[in-house]
């Protein structure tokens, strides 16, 4: 009976470490690699609002000029993602907010993380399909995703689900700095971490702003024009 019960609890304690360690990975891969890239992300597409299709252009060219940048995205960019999106949607599907009983700051920050977390993975799918995978194969090139956003942005209905994207995911990056910082144990204290959640929800708003900013730029004519001028030169050279 005794063997039993070391067995049966030296299995609880693997399960429990299990599932410890697969919440550090997704903690972590949520930071390092996929945060950063998310503040790339949005500096590439703010150029578009800064400088229009030349400047958004010249950053989307300097990312794919990258040595071995196929690699890097696989390794760095799409594993992470695939690996923090579903089992971020395994850990909301678990969650049990208490926002109904306790109206508390992070009970409410606890549930929209998982919220935000669910609509950014379908953005991301959504995105990643429009562009990355219209240039992989073969329909549009790197020079043309301006034009392929501004056909997007162009119609209202889509224009508000990227928005809803956007700001969904600038949250869901935002908060989860907060979050990250408190369970590894960075901010440690209530006055450590009420400042992180200042800072973080600061950074929450710039984003958010840089990503709608940039949105609007994509409607812009002139990355409809900037299209219709490489087909042009494309149909000449042909």
């Given at each position: 009976?005794?063997?039993?019960?070391?067995v049966v609890?030296?299995k609880?304690?693997?399960?429990f470490?299990?599932?410890?360690?697969?919440?550090?990975?997704?903690s972590?891969l949520?930071?390092?690699p996929?945060a950063?890239?998310?503040i790339?992300?949005?500096?590439?597409?703010?150029?578009?609002?800064?400088?229009?299709p030349s400047?958004f252009n010249?950053?989307v060219?300097?990312?794919?000029d990258?040595p071995?940048?196929?690699?890097?995205?696989?390794?760095?960019?799409?594993?992470?993602?695939?690996?923090?999106?579903?089992?971020?949607?395994y850990?909301?599907y678990?969650?049990?907010p208490?926002?109904?009983?306790?109206?508390?700051?992070?009970?409410?920050?606890?549930?929209?993380?998982?919220v935000?977390?669910?609509?950014?993975?379908?953005?991301v799918?959504?995105?990643?399909?429009?562009?990355?995978?219209?240039?992989?194969?073969?329909n549009v090139?790197h020079e043309?995703?301006?034009?392929v956003?501004h056909?997007?942005v162009?119609?209202?209905?889509?224009?508000?689900l990227?928005?809803i994207?956007?700001?969904?995911?600038?949250?869901h990056f935002?908060?989860g700095?907060w979050?990250?910082?408190?369970?590894?144990?960075?901010?440690?204290g209530p006055?450590?971490?009420?400042?992180?959640?200042y800072?973080c929800?600061?950074?929450?708003?710039l984003?958010s702003?840089?990503?709608?900013?940039?949105?609007?730029a994509?409607?812009?004519v002139?990355?409809?024009?900037?299209?219709v001028w490489?087909?042009?030169?494309?149909?000449?050279?042909?």
């Open positions: 009976m005794l063997i039993f019960e070391n609890y030296e609880g304690v693997r399960q470490m299990k599932g410890y360690y697969a919440r550090k990975l997704h972590l949520g930071v390092i996929l950063l890239f998310f790339e992300h949005a500096l590439t597409n703010f150029g578009a609002f800064e400088g229009g400047r010249a950053g060219k300097l990312l794919n990258l071995l940048v196929l690699v890097l995205e696989v390794v760095l960019i799409y594993l992470p993602l695939l690996y923090h999106g579903v089992y971020g949607l850990i909301a678990q969650a049990k208490n926002n109904g009983r306790f109206g508390y700051e992070r009970n409410l920050r606890y549930l929209l993380q998982r935000t977390g669910v609509i950014t993975f379908v953005y799918i959504w995105h990643v399909y429009e562009t990355r995978i219209q240039v992989a194969l073969g090139t043309q995703l301006g034009s956003m056909d997007i162009t119609q209202p209905v889509l224009f508000t990227y928005l994207g956007v700001i969904s995911a600038s949250f935002a908060n700095i979050s990250f910082l408190v369970s590894w144990g960075i901010t440690v006055r450590a971490q009420r400042v992180s959640s800072i929800m600061t950074l929450f708003v984003v702003i840089m990503f709608v900013l940039s949105l609007i994509f409607r812009r002139e990355f409809q024009e900037a299209s490489i087909d042009t030169v494309k149909s000449v050279l042909s």
